[in-house]
C-alpha cells in the first residue's frame, strides 16, 4: 500500500485568530468552523490544511505543551506579483498580525517578505521578480 501526505495541522491558542488570519489569505473555512475544536479547509492539490484547539489536542494528547523559541513550521502564499506581495503584506499587518520579515527583494529572485499567524508560525508571501 502506498501512502500520500496530504494534511498539515497546526495547534492554536486562539481557533477564531487563526482562521481570521488564514481567511484572510484566501482560503475557504466556513464561518460555523469558529465554535469548533478541529476545523479542515482543502486545499488545491488534495492537499488539507487543519487546526486543533490546545484543548481538543489534550483530550487525545494530555501532556501536549507548546513549543518555545523560534517558529517550528512555515507556511507559504504564491503571490502573483510582487505588488500583489506589498498589498498583502499591508493588508495582514493593518489587520493587527506580526511581521517577522518586511517585503524585501530576495536575491534569489523573488520579492519576500514573512507573518507570523497568531501562534506565532512563519506564513510566507512571495512573487518573482521581474527578469
Known amino acids: 500500500m502506498a501512502i500520500t501526505f496530504n494534511f498539515i495541522g497546526l495547534v492554536v491558542a486562539d481557533l477564531g485568530r487563526s482562521l481570521d488570519f488564514y481567511r ?4 475557504e ?3 460555523i468552523s469558529d465554535d469548533e475544536g478541529h476545523v479542515e479547509a482543502a486545499l488545491p492539490g488534495g492537499l488539507r490544511l ?3 484547539t490546545i484543548e481538543t489536542v489534550r483530550t487525545f ?3 501536549w505543551t507548546a513549543p518555545t523559541g523560534s517558529h517550528r513550521v512555515a507556511l507559504a502564499f ?8 506589498d498589498r ?17 527583494d530576495a ?3 523573488q520579492r519576500y517578505a514573512t507573518l507570523l499567524d497568531p501562534d506565532g508560525n512563519a506564513v510566507d508571501l512571495y512573487a518573482p ?3
Open 24 to 27: 484572510r489569505l484566501g482560503l
Open 29 to 31: 473555512i466556513p464561518e
Open 50 to 52: 487543519g487546526w486543533d
Open 61 to 63: 494528547d494530555p501532556t
Open 78 to 85: 504564491d503571490c502573483e506579483t510582487p505588488a500583489e506581495v
Open 88 to 104: 498583502v503584506f499591508a493588508e495582514m499587518t493593518e489587520a493587527g498580525f506580526a511581521v517577522h520579515v518586511q517585503p524585501w
Open 107 to 109: 536575491f534569489w529572485g
Open 129 to 131: 521578480l521581474p527578469a
